[in-house]
């Protein structure tokens, strides 16, 4: 198992932001593509943000233009930076990684993880969205 740990996770208002960040290691972070999944009280895990090893990026249509995903260099670090957040962005938020011998991380993100797995996950931060 390689580690995955994630933080930044907390309650907040409607219309707030929040950034989490996924601590990993060297090999996942710089051979790795890399994944942000949410899953909310009741329902299946779903995708939320995908980078692949180019640097290129898949988000879900439920947060484009409010989310963006990227990997900061010197903390070695995998972020969410969330805006506008809504009440429907409440779950527990996941990092995951996957070597993408054949196909990248956002075909977990499409076609779900069931078809797609992705191989390492971390335990995930929770993030509510209340007034």
């Known amino acids: 198992q390689v580690p995955l740990v994630e933080s930044g996770g907390g309650s907040v208002p409607p219309g707030a932001s929040l950034r989490l960040s996924c601590a990993t290691s060297e090999n996942i972070y710089n051979n790795y593509c890399m994944a942000w999944f949410r899953q909310a009280p009741g329902k299946e895990r779903e995708g939320v943000a995908t980078?692949?090893?180019?640097?290129?990026?898949t988000y879900a249509d439920s947060v484009k233009g409010r989310f963006t995903i990227s990997k900061d260099n010197a903390e070695r670090t995998l972020t969410l930076q969330m805006n506008s957040l809504k009440p429907e962005d409440t779950a527990v938020y996941y990092c995951?990684?996957?070597?993408?011998?054949?196909?990248?991380?956002?075909?977990?993100?499409?076609?779900?993880?069931?078809?797609?797995?992705?191989?390492?996950w971390g335990k995930g931060t929770l993030v509510t969205v209340s007034s």
């Open positions: 995951a990684a996957d070597r993408a011998t054949y196909y990248g991380c956002n075909f977990a993100l499409v076609y779900g993880e069931k078809r797609y797995g992705l191989d390492y």
């Open positions: 980078i692949e090893r180019d640097g290129s990026r």
